[in-house]
C-alpha cells in the first residue's frame, strides 16, 4: 500500500525509513508551503486550530501524491487533537476520497486498539511482529539521532560567524541521515552530522540570552507552523531550548521518561489539574525555565487553543512571581514573517536591557 | 399608473427602487448612508418623488437592510424583510434559473444557495468585515488608488502576491509586509483581491454548494479584480446583473407587491420627504442592561421606539412594521 | 448561620445550580446568585479575562468579579467530569477555570473549588457533599445527607421539567422557589426545529439576544438537547466511531443524531460562541450528518460579545422564511397524493 504520514518538524526521515521496512510504499507529502496551507484552511472548519489545517493540508497533499493510507497519532482529550483524525476522515470522505486514516491514540489507554491497528498494517506488509521489533529499533535510533542533530544545530547556531551557515548544514544533515538505513550507518551519519556541525565558524566570545520555548507540541516541533522561530532567535544570536521533541514525547507517552512530572509539580501552585494539550507544561516548564536562570519565555500556541489559553491567563502571574519575561505568540494562517520578527526583536532587546541592568550595566 | 418602493437601508450604502407592475425597474438609486439615515432615505424620497411623483402611484413598499425597522417607519412599510430573503426574491426574479448568490456589500457578505428558485441555504458573514466593501475602500485609500481603478489595476497583474487574508489586522499588515518587500501596486491589489475571495470561500461559502449560474451582486460586484478573482477560484462565470448594487431594494419592491394584494398600501407618500422625524435615544436605567432606546418623533409626535430588550418601551407605542 | 455562598450566574449554572441551590439552602446557607448576565457582567468579564477567551468564559469573570464583594465564600466548583464515557470532560477552560479566576481576579473572597469528578460512579457526589459541608464548618453528617438526598430530588426534577419543554427560565425558577410550573402564552407553532448548544449559550437569554422567545413569536417550536428522553440521547451514541472528549459537546452531538434520526425536525440551529474550540468539530460533524442524512437544512448561528439582535434576527428570520417557502412548494407539489 501507499502510505503517507504527517509532517511534524525532521521526523518524516525515520518515518519514511519506517513505512518502507514494514513492506509498504512511503509517501512522503511535501514539506508544508503555503499551498498546504490554502488547500487546508480551505476544507478544515474555520475555527479549527492551525494544526488541524495544516494536517489537513498535508493529507490532501498526500492524497493527490497516491496515499492510501495515512497514520497519524491521537489522542484522548480533553485537547482538540486526539479528535482530528475522525473529522480528518469524514473531510476526506465527503470530497470523495477512499483513502483512510489510521490514528494510533495512546498504547497505555486503547491497548488493544492499538494492537488490532498495528497488526492491520504489519499483515498487509506481509511484516512478522519479530522483524517489526527489529525494524522499530532501527527507526527509534534513527528519530533519536535526528533530535540530537536538531539539538546541536540551535546549540551552534547562536555562535556562527556566518549568518545562515548553521541552517545550511542541517539541510545537509537531514540527507545524510536519509540515506543511512541500518544501526551501524545511523550511528556514522550521525557522529559525521555531528562533526559538521561543531566545524562551522563559531565566535565563542558571544554570550547568548537563553530563551526557553513552551507551548503546545506541534507549532513547536513544525518550522512552517512557527515561522521557522528557533532559526530566526539563533541568526539573531539566542540559544533556544523547546519543551519537547518528538523522541521526548514518545519516551513520556511509554513511561520512559519522567520530566513531565517535574513540570507538573512545578506547575502546581498555579494550575492543580491536567487541562489536556500541553497547557499544564506550558505553565511548569516556564518555571523551570526560570529556575534554571533563563532569560525568558516565548509561549507558541495556535491561534484559538484551548489549553493555551488558560495557561496564558496563569502565566501572566508565573511571570510577575518568577521575574521571567513571557512573550505568548498565538499562530494563525499568515505567511508574513515580519510582524514576527518585529515581535521578537523587540522581546530580544528587552531581555537585552534586563540582563545589563542585573549586569550594572558593566557589558558594552 | 402603479407602481411599488422598495428601500434597502444598509450601514454603508441607501438604496431606493421603483418597480412598476411588470416588474420593470423605472428608477433606482444608489446612496452613500454616511450614519444618516433618515436624512438620506427622505432625500430618496424626494429625489424619485420629483421624478416620478407626476405619473405613478404607490400601491405598495417594502423595507429591508440592517435599518429596516427605521425605514419602514419613515416610508410606511407593507413589507419588512429581511436581506436574505428580498436578494434571493430578486435574483429569482431577474435571473431565473439562478443556483448561487454571492452578495458582498459595505459591511456584509452573505452567500444563497438556491434551486429551483427557492432559498434552500445560505449563510453570512462573521463579525469580522474582511472582504467586504468597507475593506476594500480603507486599502484603496492606504494605497492611494481610486477604488475605481482597483479592479483594472488587478487585472493587469501577471503575478498576485500571496496575502494572508483570515482577518482585517492580518491583511492588512501582511500588504504593509508586501509593500515593504518592493512588490508592485498592481500584483498587490490583485493579491488581496484573491485573498478577500479565498476569505470569502472559506468563511461565508464553506462547505456551501456552489453551482452554476453564479449571480454575483453588491456594490463590491462593481470590481472586475474581485469578479475575475471569484471566476478564477471557482473556475466558472459569474452573473453580474444590470441593477446589481440595487437587488435588495429591487426584491423589496417584488415583496411589497405580494404582501398588498387587495390591501391598502401603508406608505406616507412622497411628502414623507419633508416630514420633520427627529430620532433620539435615551439610555433606560431599568436594569444592568442599560439598553439604548431609540424613539422617533414624526412632526413632534411619538411614533415608534425599539432597541430594548424586555419589549418595556417598544411595546408602549404602535409596533413597528 | 448566615454565611452567604456565592454561585456565578453562568456556564455550569443552567444544569446544575438547583442541586446545589437545595443542598447548601438545606445546611442552612444563602446562596447567593449574580443576577443574569447583563451589560455590567459582560464588560466585567471582557475587562477581567484573557482576551483571547471565548465568551462563556469572559462572562464566568464577569460574574464572579460582580459576585466577589457581595458573599463570604465563592462556589467556583472545578467541573471535570460527571460520567465514566472514554476520558470524557469538561473542555479544558471549564478545568483550569478556578485557577484561570485565582489569576486574573484581585481581591476574592474564600473559594470552594472541589473536583466535581463523577467519572467513577455517583457515590462521589456524596462525599463531595460531605467534604465541602465539614469544609464549611459542618458538622452534622446526618443533616447533610438529608439536604443532599433533597438537593438530589430537586435536580432530578428540574431535568425532568426541561424534558418535558419548560421554558428554562421558568424551569429553574420552579426548582427555586418550588412553585408549581405556569407556562406563557405562545402563537401555535408550525415550525420544529431543533436548537442545539451548550446550556450556557441556550438558556441565557442574554448571550442569545432572547432566540427563544423570538422563536416562539415566529411560531417555532423549539427543540433542545435537555428535551431528548436521556435513554434515547444515549443510544445515539453508537453513530460515532469515537467519543467526544467534552461533555456538553457529546450530548449536543448526540441531540443532533436524535433529531436527524429518530424525531425529525424541519431544520437544526446550532448555536456556538465565537472561537469556541470544541464546536469547531462539533459544528462540521453536525453540518455533515445533516447533510447525509436527507438535507436537513442546518444553521450555525455564532454569538460574541459583538452579536447585535439585527444579525440574529436576520439570519433566524431568513431561516424560518427559507423553510417555509420550502414547505409550501413542496406541498403544491405532493397535495394532490393526500
Known sequence: MKVSFPIMGNSYVAFKQLVEQIGHEPVVPPLPSSRTMTLGTTYSPEFACIPFKILMGTYLEAIEKGAELIISSGGHGPCRAGYYGEVHQRIINELGYKTKVIIFDSVNMAFKDFFKKLHYILRTGKTSWWQFIKVYRTVWDKLLALDEIELLAHQVRPYEVEKGKTSEVYRRCLAIMDQARTRTQIKEAKEACFRLLQNISQDKSRKPLKIGIVGEIYVQIEPFANLDIQATLGEMGVFTKRGIHLSEWWMETTHQSHNEEKAVAAARPYLNQMIGGHGILSVGETILYARRGFDGVIQLAPFSCIPEIVAKSILTQVSRDYGIPVLTIFLDEQTGREGLRTRLEAFVDLLQQRRQKRLGGAVS | MKAYLGVDVGSVSTKLVVMDENDEVLESLYLRTQGQPVKIVQDGLRTLGEKLGQYVEIAGTGVTGSARNLAAVLVGADAVKNEITAHAVAVSKLVPGAQTILEIGGQDSKIIIMRDGIVTDFAMNTVCAAGTGSFLDHQADRLKIPIEQFGELALRSKNPVRIAGRCAVFAESDMIHKQQLGHAAEDIIAGLCEALVRNYLNNVGKGKDILPPVVFQGGVAANTGIKAAFEKALNMELIVPQYFSVMGAVGCCLLAKEAVRGKQTKFKGWQAAEYKFQPTSFECKGCPNLCEVIQIYENGVLIARWGDRCGKWSNAVVKVG | ?338
Open chain 3, 1 to 338: 448561620m448566615g454565611v452567604k455562598i456565592g454561585f456565578p450566574r453562568t456556564l455550569f449554572y443552567f444544569i446544575y445550580f438547583p442541586f446545589w441551590h437545595a443542598f447548601f439552602s438545606g445546611l442552612g446557607f444563602e446562596v447567593v446568585t449574580s443576577r443574569p448576565t447583563n451589560k455590567l457582567s459582560l464588560d466585567l468579564g471582557v475587562q477581567e479575562a484573557v482576551n483571547d477567551a471565548c465568551l462563556p468564559i469572559k462572562l464566568y469573570h464577569g460574574h464572579v468579579a460582580e459576585l466577589k464583594d457581595k458573599v463570604d465564600v465563592l462556589f467556583l466548583p472545578r467541573m471535570v467530569s460527571v460520567r465514566k464515557l472514554d476520558a470524557e470532560t469538561f473542555c479544558p477552560k471549564f478545568l483550569g477555570l478556578p485557577d484561570m479566576i485565582r489569576n486574573s481576579i484581585a481581591g476574592l473572597p474564600e473559594i470552594i473549588d472541589e473536583k466535581v469528578d463523577l467519572a467513577r460512579g455517583f457515590f462521589p457526589l456524596w462525599k463531595l457533599g460531605l467534604k465541602i459541608a465539614r469544609r464549611l464548618g459542618y458538622k452534622k453528617d446526618w443533616h447533610t445527607w438529608r439536604a443532599f438526598v433533597k438537593a438530589k430530588a430537586a435536580q432530578d426534577k428540574y431535568i425532568r421539567n426541561l424534558a418535558a419543554g419548560v421554558p428554562p427560565q421558568v424551569a429553574m425558577e420552579t426548582a427555586v422557589t418550588g412553585e408549581p410550573v405556569r407556562l406563557p402564552d405562545v402563537p401555535v407553532p408550525d415550525l420544529n426545529l431543533a436548537i442545539l448548544g451548550y446550556p450556557y449559550l441556550i438558556y441565557d437569554s442574554f448571550v442569545n439576544i432572547g432566540l427563544f422567545e423570538k422563536l416562539a413569536q415566529m411560531g417555532v417550536r423549539a427543540w433542545t438537547v435537555e428535551m431528548v428522553p436521556p435513554h434515547r440521547l444515549e443510544v445515539q451514541g453508537k453513530n460515532l466511531s469515537k467519543h467526544l472528549f467534552w461533555h456538553f459537546s457529546n450530548r449536543a452531538v448526540r441531540a443532533a443524531f436524535y433529531y436527524l434520526n429518530e424525531k425529525r425536525v424541519d431544520g437544526i440551529i446550532h448555536v456556538t460562541a465565537f472561537g469556541c474550540g470544541p464546536d469547531a468539530m462539533v459544528d462540521k460533524l453536525m453540518e455533515l450528518e445533516a447533510k447525509n442524512r436527507g438535507n436537513v437544512p442546518y444553521l450555525t448561528l455564532s454569538l460574541d460579545e459583538h452579536t447585535g439582535e439585527a444579525g440574529v434576527l436576520t439570519r433566524v428570520e431568513a431561516f424560518t422564511d427559507m423553510l417555509r417557502i420550502r414547505r409550501r412548494e413542496h406541498e403544491s407539489v405532493v397535495s394532490h397524493h393526500g
